[in-house]
């Protein structure tokens, strides 16, 4: 994996055998830094272009209720317009977390995104997408 951006909070790698982008997202979140992380990672993938995210929330210890509009929407309507068509979402573990998660997939109409309970099944459903 070749690190991209590498803090507590967010970490992202390019995996360029599978051609995507590994996102973890660590410890609380609020609306205001899941949009920055987000931004960055928009940015990011224009410099490393690709069509499949697998996107790590099983660390995610707090509620992002705040942001879940904006992810659901707008983000992952940026990432579909760089050419993003798969991502794999693993679910945090924490209720509250889980919720703004549920929330911002109201909004989602592309790219593909699928809720994971584990890590594994995720990186396997990603496997499998073209």
Known sequence: MEQLY???PLSIAYDPF?????VEWRGRH?????????ELIVELLRARP??????????????????ARWVGSEYYQ?????GMRHV????AANWSARKSMETA????TRPSVVLFDDLASAYAWLMRQS
């Open 78 to 82: 940026q990432l579909a317009t760089l």
């Open 18 to 22: 599978h051609e995507w982008l590994y």
């Open 50 to 67: 690709c069509h499949k995210m697998l996107n790590d929330n099983s660390q995610v210890s707090a509620e992002w209720e705040g942001g």
């Open 30 to 38: 609020t609306a205001e830094s899941a949009r920055s992380g987000g």
């Open 6 to 8: 590498d803090t507590p």
């Open 88 to 91: 794999a979402w693993v679910c």
């Open 105 to 108: 997939m109201q909004f989602v």
